[in-house]
């Protein structure tokens, strides 16, 4: 679109399950910044989550609804596109190359549903699909636009090195949804309501347990992991961290009673390079103030796995 003088205004869409700890860095506002391009990050929130809930199109092999999703942004794509006094949108989309949402039915479907039929471009496949608004208009030229079908990424790939953009997404990657550890995670979640977005972002870190109780435990696996935990950390939420020694951070949400306390302790430090001995201190506090220390017995694996969500 920039090689036919176009101005275009990038509107990146920030699902509420990922965790963003520097807006800066996502890929798509380092490449827009780099291309020169004004760039609007939305982050998706409660409405989405009723979205995935409840698809009306249904899900893909695990909880992704991509029907419905491709329907829910191109509808904010659509509220932006009229905030900022544009034509028309413009998207990536590459005919045949997803299974669910970029079938030729399933695009129209989308175009229809969302309200955008006519008015949404997508520049690789535009020879294979029907004319658009902008091209009858003449705003852009259908004969410098592609025919790009199906999941062979190479053309795409070819035409980004034509244009000198060597830094992007590997083509292997995909939507959390379409991933079957965190859409096994994230039945358990909503099962047992845990609809928060930190609770949703907390999926992709650390150990995950149900215990008994229905309580939730989540043990981190390195440093990183435990920062990431305590920073989501709701108010109500207890932390449990080994005393005096390098220790995973535990995170435990609705906790029932001192039990779920003395079981989660005796998991985090089943982690801990401390597991092999008879007892071992542990702290208990929230993010703003400690509870109590107390000793804990290392909780023997079999247990521990018994209660893995998985």
């Known amino acids: ?83 900022i006094g544009a034509s028309f949108l413009l998207s990536g989309e590459v005919l045949g190359q997803r299974p669910m949402s970029q079938r030729k039915k399933a695009m129209e479907l989308i175009e229809k549903e969302a309200g955008v039929e006519g008015f949404l471009l997508r520049p690789l496949s535009a020879k294979l699909l029907s004319p658009t608004t902008p091209e009858e208009k003449g705003w852009v030229k259908r004969d410098n636009l592609y025919a790009f079908e199906g999941r062979n990424r190479k053309p795409q790939i070819a035409l980004a090195k034509k244009l000198g953009i060597t830094e992007y997404p590997s083509p292997a990657g995909g939507c959390c949804l379409t991933d079957l550890d965190y859409s096994i995670r994230l039945r358990d979640a909503f099962e047992y309501n845990e609809e928060s977005i930190p609770e949703l972002q907390l999926l992709h870190f650390g150990r995950h347990f149900r215990l008994k109780s229905g309580a939730k ?94």
């Open 1 to 83: 679109m920039q090689l036919q003088k176009i101005e275009v205004t990038a509107f990146h869409f920030v699902l509420p399950f990922y965790y963003i700890e520097d807006e800066e860095n996502i890929g798509a506002v380092k490449i827009a910044r780099r291309l020169n391009i004004p760039i609007e990050v939305f982050h998706g929130g409660k409405d989405y989550i009723e979205m995935v809930k409840k698809p009306k199109y249904g899900y893909g092999k695990n909880i992704n609804p991509c029907i419905d999703c491709k329907i829910f942004i191109m509808k904010k794509a659509l509220t932006f596109m009229e905030e």
């Open 217 to 310: 435990l989540i043990v981190g696996r390195d440093e990183k992991e435990n920062q990431i935990i305590e920073s989501l950390a709701e108010e109500n939420d207890l932390l449990i961290e080994g005393v005096g020694f390098g220790s995973p951070i535990a995170l435990l949400k609705n906790s029932k009673s001192p039990e779920d306390i003395d079981m989660s302790s005796s998991i985090c430090i089943r982690y801990s390079k401390k597991r092999d001995e008879k007892s071992v201190k542990v702290s208990v506090r929230t993010k703003k103030e400690n509870i109590t220390d107390k000793e804990v017995v290392p909780m023997k694996r079999e247990i521990v796995d018994s209660l893995l969500i998985h």
